[in-house]
């Protein structure tokens, strides 16, 4: 008994010195200062196997309507009122459209290196998602009975993700960052197979029937916040726009007084809590009074 305990005395100061001991999941931490070296991406996995529900999951919402608009081409009709053919025009367009996982907003602590070369301590805010690409793309043809008809199409997406954090109670508004030294420490913790792609990274062509994982940051977060919202742009390529009246005159650079909104997909989180403790498990998706989520134009 003597002997044993001397063996075990003598591995928890090995490990003392590697990382800290947690008694309570017998699981080795990292020590606070330092980082999780990055460990390279398993190609074959095994893959992490989530509970079911875990993945929140939306589908992509693509409308017929969303392939025509008509508007007056201000460049002709500014140049002479009388250019009735340039009015009320008809405009054609493919849209496209990703489904979107995602794990509600967590948060990590992570030294992040300064300009000065000092590390300082920050807490991330990230979430975890992950798009496909269902294919079924609608393609407006031209229909001798109805004029248009819409075909469905299988075609390769370009995803150019971009993720804004917003708080209306400061008009605050967060982008997307890429935080290199918080991308080993969240993969770690979330899935050490699978390596999660930054907006930067996940730029790029997903075929049919393929997906890619993400990870979008922000940091530097009021804590002060209770609700917040996230807006997801890059799911779908549909839009709309209008030209404000008498803005455009002959002359100006075309698309003068256009204004274009994204359809977005906006996310809703509660945070019950208080500036003084920050913890992951008071954010919470949805909001009293409020969708969970919602597609809008902004």
């Known amino acids: 008994m003597k002997c044993s305990l001397h063996k075990w005395t003598r591995w928890i100061c090995l490990a003392a010195v590697l990382g800290s001991v947690s008694p309570l999941c017998g699981q080795v931490e990292q020590p606070a200062a330092a980082n999780v070296a990055a460990a390279p991406p398993s190609s074959a996995g095994p893959y992490r196997r989530l509970a079911p529900g875990v993945m929140k999951s939306i589908e992509g919402s693509p409308q017929p309507n969303e392939t025509f608009a008509r508007h007056d081409v201000v460049e002709l009709t500014a140049v002479d009122p009388k250019f009735d053919w340039a009015k009320d025009v008809d405009f054609r367009r493919d849209i496209w459209h990703l489904n979107f996982e995602f794990k509600p907003v967590r948060t990590i602590w992570v030294d992040v290196p300064q300009p000065g070369g000092k590390l300082q301590r920050k807490l991330i805010w990230y979430m975890i998602y992950k798009v496909t690409n269902p294919g079924k793309s609608l393609h407006p043809v031209p229909d001798e009975k109805s004029g248009y008809k819409i075909e469905r199409v299988d075609r390769p997406i370009r995803f150019v993700p971009e993720f804004l ?3 209306d109670e400061f008009n605050k508004t967060y982008p997307d960052r890429v935080v290199p030294a918080a991308l080993s420490p969240i993969r770690m913790r979330e899935d050490a197979a699978r390596n999660f792609l930054t907006s930067v990274d996940a730029v790029g062509e997903i075929p049919v029937g393929q997906s890619a994982w993400g990870v979008a940051m922000w940091e530097d977060v009021d804590p002060r916040i209770d609700r917040f919202s996230i807006l997801v742009h890059g799911l779908t390529n549909a839009y709309q726009w209008r030209d404000e009246p008498g803005k455009f005159q002959p002359g100006d650079p ?32 949805g909001s009293p009074g409020a969708v969970d989520y919602e597609w809008v134009y902004r």
């Open 254 to 285: 075309i698309g003068k007084g256009r204004r274009l909104a994204r359809k977005t997909l906006k996310l809703n989180f509660w945070r019950p809590g208080d500036e003084f403790y920050e913890e992951e498990d008071e954010i919470r998706l």
């Open 165 to 167: 954090l917003f708080n």
